[in-house]
């Protein structure tokens, strides 16, 4: 395992102007940068929606024609009549997702069939790690890919807002050596606001570092009042956008609107944020899944209006902007008899933006026979997840990912863009 | 540079053998001396606070076994398939880990024997397993919090590792209790045929092979045992040297699932035979105990010089500074050598040392979020009746204890916990407890009595005596009375009660409140 968290991250301390005297470790320094340097060849974003616990994708993009979904999902299972919006002849979306026809209409969408992970665990813990350190089945990894795309393209002088996420806890993908910011919703607020105010003079926000000061001695108190200083300046610089930010449509109450909505308001005022992480809980889905009604689709109902409302919101932002939504892995193909699905294996992703070849269903399908089925009762795997992400991180930001940025990985081909 | 004074050695001692101060703990130490209260930290009578052990005892899971546990999150239960029948299943299950982790916290709180909950933290890190693995570890971690880590906190680390690798926890934990000799070529050959003749499917034949190829050798525990419990990362061992551990260690798992003893099991059957040589030395297989030979080999490995630098490395990195000093590390190093591990010597041997003591480190250690919450209580004397909301507030932190994902435990270093966003997060819980916004963790109202209610200009100095004894800056004092200004310039008649929660939240919030 490699030691996490030294010294890129001392060496942010040091670009961001937080020079405390540290001395750097080279041989680290060498491993984050000249290995994987890159420049950024094209100014883009990528949202990155995780759908945590492992999201029932075959009935998100619904083989709604096939009379072996259907008798393996008799309670659960979409068909025309239920509402499925049809993509082609063969593939339907959720009615819940409704709001994207336009997305597919307008080539935006992309959506990719039967992919996953190489390894074969059922654990979400395990999945997860795997997915979001892109290593499946490497322990030893523990980097989130998107780190590890912000630490290769890392540049002095760069902005230091790349990269947030929306929660109060960073998502694996996005932690490691690169220092990134977590925003907790209550900082969205005025009081969060408020709190801020009450320790900037502690911190030293406005004024200068005070000579003779006995408590700013030692060095590593130095750190500890220069980190309070970051965190209220670069907190600050995101409320004080979310201030000015306009938002061009009206967003559902949910949470999850919400922070989309904010989201929106940082991209559109063209600060070079480049990454942002979000969590959407709640997909694993044992009983009470249900079809046209039930849990299953009141989340993708939100899910898919939030973000149609998004990508109508960010206008022509969007033409440079990547919403990749993702989860650990699919379900079950059979329902089980609470009316929902157990942990599975192939699943499924959404593509959504500009520049992206939407408009037509991606990866490759295998039949829904005794054949074609993982273990005979799964969805089979046909395109490891890391071609998606090697892809996205392509073409969404022009960063062609190195050799050993997934380790023990031979690339496929998906022509997503 | 000038060495400490009295008193700031015993604000030193409480703030890295103790959780902080109490109002009253600086007098109390002060009075009774530091060597005598050493003495006390490190003994191994009953804890003092019998109020304390007797409350503890109303948590009815927390000395179970695994197996009474398991017995005890089963009962009574009715699944009929119900969403309210399998809530209720979810709320027995979590019982275990909501009263340990109830306990935890009580005791880094309330104990007298301060020193001996700091160590457990540092070796529940140490050697951490996870409530977040899944599964089973719900009905395990309780016995090993006590069969592992508090029984051998101030005994030898090698009876610690040693307990830690029969136990049930870690092997779940690390994968262990899965790995198994690796089936050969033909055993492979003969399960594909099978499942091909069963299912009349070339393809179902492969995968089934595939399948079990897959079931074999997990070199996840060995590698961690000496990556992260003894050697250290790379140190003194080689790929190869993984693999002859983990085939020693193969069938070292324990009897899980609904009708299992939850117990630990050594499986001939997933055992993997056979001389195996680690770091150049031949273990001899033992047909009659196949189980002495791994045993041999985790204890070699407690006993080699490697751990020996490595365990007092990161004791001395906990104990007293991110980067220590390398004479600190030499002298804990030799202490663990000499002692074959006993961990109060080498705790003598860290107080006996001038670097432990040298202003360069006083204060100069950033609090982990699990340190900063429980000073924060004990600073603030609080009544907890909802333990939920400190699970809370340290989930929010990402620090719950038993919950940490990576085998590396927790990190105690301040680069690990200083992202930008994280002090909000800190200054959030300030204000939120000060002003009392937690319900169910309260400070008692009688705690502003003490200032001196005639002078209000006095009240943050009186705070900032209890709350940072090792006192404030410049900037953190012009902070405080520009607060007590304000306040003074609108209120009629100071009341202790409004403007004392004020600055207490500052100062829980302060720079000087973050170091210890």
Same mark, same amino acid.
């Given at each position: ?9 001392? +060496? ?53 024609? #096939? ?10 299972? %979409? ?17 819940? %997702? ?48 998107? *780190?590890?795309?912000? /630490? ?5 002088? /760069? ?58 001695? #030692? ?83 939100? %899910? ?31 329902? *089980? ?81 | ?98 009263? @340990? ?17 700091? @160590?457990?933290?540092?070796?529940? &890190? ?121 085939? /020693? ?131 603030? &004397?609080? +009544? ?8 809370? /507030? ?85 902070? @405080? ?24 939240? @500052? ?10």
């Amino acid at each position: 395992m490699k030691s996490n968290h030294s010294p890129s991250r001392r +060496d942010f301390l040091r670009t961001a102007g937080l020079t405390a005297g540290f001395t750097l470790c080279p041989s680290s320094l060498a491993l984050s940068r000249s290995s994987f340097s890159w420049t950024k060849k094209k100014p883009g974003s990528l949202v990155c929606i995780y759908l945590r616990g492992g999201a029932d994708f075959l009935n998100m993009i619904v083989p709604y024609r #096939d009379d072996a979904y259907h008798s393996a999902r008799p309670t659960i299972g %979409l068909r025309k009549e239920d509402g499925v919006v049809e993509l082609d002849s063969k593939f339907g979306l959720h009615p819940g %997702l409704s709001a994207w026809e336009s997305l597919w209409k307008s080539k935006k969408l992309a959506p990719v069939v039967m992919v996953g992970s190489p390894h074969t665990t059922r654990s979400h813990f395990d999945a997860q790690d795997f997915m979001e350190f892109a290593a499946p089945g490497d322990r030893s990894v523990r980097t989130g890919w998107l *780190n590890r795309y912000l /630490a290769a393209t890392q540049k002095k002088g /760069a902005s230091e807002f790349r990269a947030m996420a929306l929660q109060k806890l960073l998502p694996r993908s996005l932690r490691g050596n690169y220092p990134v910011l977590a925003v907790p919703s209550s900082m969205e607020k005025k009081r969060g606001a408020k709190t801020l105010s009450r320790f900037e003079e502690f911190y030293g926000v406005g004024g200068g570092v005070m000579e003779g000061d006995e408590s700013m001695m #030692d060095r590593d108190g130095d750190v500890v009042v220069k980190s309070g200083k970051v965190t209220i300046e670069t907190l600050r610089r995101y409320q004080d956008l979310l201030e000015k930010g306009k938002s061009s449509v009206k967003y559902p109450g949910g949470n999850f609107g919400k922070k989309l909505q904010s989201i929106a308001k940082v991209l559109k005022s063209g600060s070079g944020l480049e990454i942002v992480g979000l969590d959407y809980g709640g997909w694993d889905d044992h009983a009470g899944q249900g079809g046209v009604e039930g849990n299953h689709h009141t989340r993708l109902a939100d %899910l898919g209006n939030s973000l149609k409302l998004f990508c109508d919101d960010l206008g022509p932002v969007l033409d440079t902007t990547t919403i990749l939504v993702m989860t650990e892995f699919g379900r079950t193909f059979r329902e *089980n008899g609470n009316s929902g699905t157990d942990h599975g294996h192939g699943g499924g992703m959404f593509v959504l933006g500009g520049g992206v070849r939407g408009g037509r269903i991606h990866g490759k399908w295998r039949s829904l026979t005794s054949d074609g089925l993982y273990q005979g009762r799964d969805l089979a795997v046909t395109t490891d997840f890391r071609d998606v992400l090697a892809e996205v991180l392509h073409g969404s930001l022009g960063f062609e990912p190195p050799k050993g940025f997934f380790p023990n990985y031979s690339p496929g081909h998906l022509n997503l863009y | 540079m000038e060495p400490l004074s009295r008193k700031e050695r015993a604000i030193h001692l409480l703030n890295r053998f103790a959780y902080g101060p109490r109002p009253e703990d600086l007098d109390m130490l002060l009075e009774q001396g530091e060597k005598s209260w050493l003495e006390e930290q490190l003994s191994s009578a009953p804890e003092p606070n019998r109020a304390l052990t007797a409350q503890l005892k109303e948590l009815e899971t927390l000395d179970l076994t695994p197996h009474e546990c398991f017995e005890y999150t089963e009962a009574d239960q009715e699944n009929d398939g119900s969403e309210e029948a399998r809530r209720k299943v979810r709320e027995r299950q979590n019982i275990p880990r909501q009263q @340990l982790s109830q306990a935890l916290v009580r005791r880094a709180v309330e104990k007298e024997r301060q020193l001996e909950e700091v @160590l457990c933290d540092f070796w529940r &890190n140490h050697l951490n397993v996870s409530f977040t693995k899944g599964n089973q570890a719900r009905i395990l971690i309780s016995d090993y919090e006590r069969t592992v880590v508090r029984r051998h906190t101030l005994g030898n680390f090698e009876d610690m590792l040693m307990a830690s690798a029969e136990h049930p926890a870690m092997l779940h934990y690390l994968d262990n209790h899965l790995s198994r000799k690796p089936p050969t070529e033909q055993e492979l050959r003969d399960v594909e045929r099978r499942v091909r003749r069963r299912t009349g499917s070339r393809s179902q034949g492969e995968e089934a092979a595939t399948i079990a190829g897959q079931k074999g050798l997990n070199e996840n525990y060995a590698r961690e045992i000496m990556e992260l419990h003894t050697l250290g990362v790379d140190n003194y061992y080689k790929q190869k040297d993984v693999i002859a551990l983990a085939e /020693a260690l193969t069938g070292w798992t324990f009897s899980g699932g609904s009708r299992g003893t939850h117990a630990f099991e050594f499986r001939k059957d997933m055992h993997d035979f056979g001389d195996k040589r680690l770091l150049g030395k031949i273990f001899k297989e033992d047909k009659e105990h196949p189980q002495a030979q791994g045993l041999a080999m985790v204890q070699m490995l407690a006993r080699h010089k490697g751990t020996a630098a490595f365990v007092s490395m990161k004791l001395a990195r906990f104990f007293v500074a991110d980067v220590p000093p390398p004479s600190l590390v030499k002298r804990l190093t030799k202490a663990y050598k000499k002692t074959k591990g006993n961990i109060p010597s080498i705790i003598q041997s860290l107080v006996a040392s001038e670097e432990f003591w040298s202003r360069e480190h006083y204060r100069a250690k950033f609090k982990t979020p699990y340190e900063f919450v429980m000073s924060a209580f004990r600073a603030l &004397n609080v +009544d907890i009746s909802d333990f939920s909301k400190v699970h809370r /507030a340290l989930m929010d932190m990402g620090q719950p204890i038993y919950h940490c994902d990576d085998p590396t435990g927790y990190y105690d270093t301040a680069e690990s916990w200083l992202d930008p966003g994280v002090m909000a997060l800190r200054w959030e819980f300030a204000l939120g407890l000060a002003g009392g916004k937690v319900k169910g963790i309260e400070i008692p109202p009688n705690y502003y009595d003490s200032l001196p209610q005639e002078v209000p200009r006095l009240w943050q100095h009186y705070l900032t005596e209890h709350i940072v004894p090792s006192g404030a800056g410049k900037r953190t004092r012009n902070a @405080l009375s520009t607060i007590t200004n304000q306040y003074l310039a609108k209120a009629r008649v100071p009341d202790s009660r409004v403007l004392g929660p004020e600055l207490v939240g @500052l100062l829980l919030g302060s720079p000087e409140f973050q170091q210890q």
